[in-house]
Antibody, heavy 119, light 105 residues
C-alpha cells in the first residue's frame, strides 16, 4: 500500500525556519517525481515545489523561490522541504505528493502537516 | 503563468442530479488536465487525468472532457459521497483552479 506521511509542521515566528519531512513507503520512491502542495486555511490548493527522481531538477512557485528548498534522500525514501524566512502567508497545510513523470498528475497524496507562522 | 478558472465556485445539487463543473485555462494546455476531489480535512484524490481518463477505482459516474482551454467534469448522477470540493489542475506548470464546492440542495 502506498503511504506518504508528512511530519515537522508546527508554530513558528515570522522570519523563522522549519523543515518538513515526508516518509514514503509501498512503492519505489526513487522512480517518482515528488512534490509539495499547500493549502492555506479555508483556501484552495497551491503547488509549491517539484523534485526529479534523482534530485537533478527542482522547480518552485515564484512566491517561495530563494526561501524554500526541496530535497530528497532516496536511500531513506524521504522527501524534505526546508522553509526559511517564513511569512504569515506561508501558513497552510503542506502535502507531499508523488507523480510518475514530468507530465503526470499527482496520484497519491499524504495526509498533510500544518505550518502556522505567527508571533 | 497559466491561470485556471473554475465555475461555478459553489454548486447546490440534489442526490441523483447531473452536475457539470467547468475549468478554463488562460492558454492552451492540450489535454494536460486533472480533476481532484477533496473532502474536509482530507487530502485531495485524483479522479480524472489527461482531461478524460478515469483514474483506477473511481466510479464511472465521473467523466471528463475537453482540450485546449476549456474542460468539464461531469457527475452523471450525484451520490451522497460526492458532496465535496473539486479542483482542476493543469500539469504543465502545475497550477490549480480555485475549486468548486458541491453542496447539498
Amino acid at each position: 500500500e502506498v503511504q506518504l506521511v508528512e511530519s515537522g509542521g508546527g508554530l513558528v515566528q515570522p522570519g523563522g525556519s522549519l523543515r518538513l519531512s515526508c516518509a514514503a513507503s509501498g512503492f519505489t520512491f526513487s522512480s517518482y517525481w515528488m512534490s509539495w502542495v499547500r493549502q492555506a486555511p479555508g483556501k484552495g490548493l497551491e503547488w509549491v515545489a517539484n523534485i526529479k527522481q534523482d534530485g537533478s531538477e527542482k522547480y518552485y512557485v515564484d512566491s517561495v523561490k530563494g526561501r524554500f528548498t526541496i530535497s530528497r534522500d532516496n536511500a531513506k525514501n524521504s522527501l524534505y522541504l526546508q522553509m526559511n524566512s517564513l511569512r504569515a502567508e506561508d501558513t497552510a497545510v503542506y502535502y507531499c505528493a508523488r507523480k510518475y513523470n514530468w507530465n503526470e498528475p499527482f496520484d497519491y497524496w499524504g495526509q498533510g502537516t500544518l505550518v502556522t507562522v505567527s508571533s | 503563468d497559466i491561470q485556471m478558472t473554475q465555475s461555478p465556485s459553489t454548486l447546490s445539487a440534489s442526490v441523483g442530479d447531473r452536475v457539470t463543473i467547468t475549468c478554463r485555462a488562460s492558454q492552451s494546455i492540450s489535454s494536460w488536465l486533472a480533476w481532484y476531489q477533496q473532502k474536509p480535512g482530507k487530502a485531495p484524490k485524483l479522479l480524472i487525468y489527461k482531461a478524460s481518463s478515469l483514474e483506477s477505482g473511481v466510479p464511472s459516474r465521473f467523466s471528463g472532457s475537453g482540450s485546449g482551454t476549456e474542460f468539464t467534469l461531469t457527475i452523471s448522477s450525484l451520490q451522497p459521497d460526492d458532496f465535496a470540493t473539486y479542483y482542476c489542475q493543469q500539469y504543465i506548470t502545475w497550477t490549480f483552479g480555485q475549486g468548486t464546492k458541491v453542496e447539498i440542495k
